[in-house]
């Protein structure tokens, strides 16, 4: 089993800045993927960003890149997404979550085995 816990979410205004953390905790994998989703009010649940942990391959949904960056700390078995830029369409509550396989479908949540509880990002206009 593997925990995640996020934090650093919060209430920004437009153009601003914030850094999530996902700290891990419990099973260890070989070769894992570790991504962030969110979801707003009324909508599916979307791919924003994923790391592989063994290389530290990135990929973003085309909406974020440019303005997120998805990074981790091996130490902390932490992986962190900063936010810049932020705009109120970026309004969600974002999501952690571990892929044990890193499979090559990395933007479907139905690849990812582990969930973090949620934090709430509020971007004002």
């Known amino acids: 089993q593997v925990q995640l816990v996020e934090s650093g979410g919060g209430l920004v205004q437009a153009g601003g800045s914030l850094r999530l953390s996902c700290a891990a905790s419990?099973?260890?994998?070989?070769?894992?993927?570790m991504g962030w989703f969110r979801q707003a009010p009324g909508k599916e649940r979307e791919f924003v960003a994923v790391?592989?942990?063994?290389?530290?391959?990135?990929y973003y949904t085309d909406s974020v890149k440019g303005r997120f960056t998805i990074s981790r700390d091996n130490a902390k078995n932490t992986v962190y997404l900063q936010m810049n830029s932020l705009k109120p369409e970026d309004t969600a509550v974002y999501y952690c979550?571990?892929?044990?396989?890193?499979?090559?479908?990395?933007?479907?949540?139905?690849?990812?085995?582990?969930w973090g509880q949620g934090t709430q990002v509020t971007v004002s206009s």
């Open positions: 419990g099973s260890t994998f070989s070769n894992y993927a």
């Open positions: 790391i592989r942990w063994s290389g530290g391959s990135t």
């Open positions: 979550a571990c892929d044990p396989r890193a499979s090559a479908i990395y933007y479907s949540p139905r690849v990812y085995a582990y």
